[in-house]
């Protein structure tokens, strides 16, 4: 085990650190080259890429985990794999083969052990893979090449400090549109996010909700992070919709809920003006996690799920599961966890 670098490891947020090692990979020509590990942490692309002004870019998001025995966690990255080649090809762009992406996580884990947030810290090394169309080109159509990459940085919570309840804002903006790439990891879906992120902000919330974009009265996502509800009768549900993104978090949670809690779950519609029906709320996703929602404000009327300072005992224990899979704490269900 690769000594630590000295990091202030308890004050960690969701920042970026230039880390040793990125992996990079271009293609041309119809194939991947082979793939190398680089220092350089800048990338030199044509003016005329596709990624700068037609929004070629797709990205994942996942965690390499300092697990309680010294070994090296990775949660599920074939599900990381797979949804990245989902929304390469509703890009139009080569996709990535799951061996090769996980062995380049891996490599890059690897290359950079030393900024892996020792157990214990409730840390972990963030992974952002990503693609982006290249090459010269000024017509809307695919690019002739592409770069492939993944960098990593060591990361706390997102949002603030772990299972702290956090209130959110129900937006008028729509993130994406009822058939369109919503249910991708596209860059395009975040741009957009920015405005209404930061109007949330300015009101002291932690994001902005988003509606379904075809009725506006059904609850899709918590900023970049799914919805999930307890209801009064001790159901696990979550939305169900096309434009949602399918967070790895939120299936994983349907399962340990179902497997672990012995809850019945449900993916189903998620009305914003019936939250009554729940007893808790959490937002979820790798960088979130589980992020216990305090209440929802939607035009003049604020709701209170569990308290605005304390946690749920159910989300609790989810927590509790999840992260005790990451870290190594708790047996794992068959093919989670990847050791580096
Ligand atoms: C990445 C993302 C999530 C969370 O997905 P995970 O696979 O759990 O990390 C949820 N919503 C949006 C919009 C996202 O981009």
Redesign the pocket.
Known sequence: MKKPIELDWANLGFNYIKTDYRYISYWDKGEWDDGTLTEDNTVHISEGSTALHYGQTVF???KAYRAKDGSINLFRPE??AE?MQRSCRRLMMPVIPTDIFIEAVKKVVKANEAYIPPYGTGGSLYLRPYMIGIGDNIGVKPASNYLFSIFCMPVGAYFKNGLVPTNFLVSDYD?AAGNGT?SS?VGG??GGSLLPGSEAHKRNFGDAIYLDPITHTKIE?V????FFGITKDNQFVTPISPS???????Y?LLYLAKERLGLEVKEEDVFVDRLDRFAEAGA?????VITPIGGIQYKDNFHTFYSETETGPITKKLYKELTGIQYGEVKAPKGWIIKV
């Open positions: 994942e998001g996942m599900e990381n949804r993130r919503g990891k879906n975040y996502e900023g970049a992070a799914n949602i993104l399918p967070s790895i978090t939120k994983s979820c996703g790798t960088a979130a």
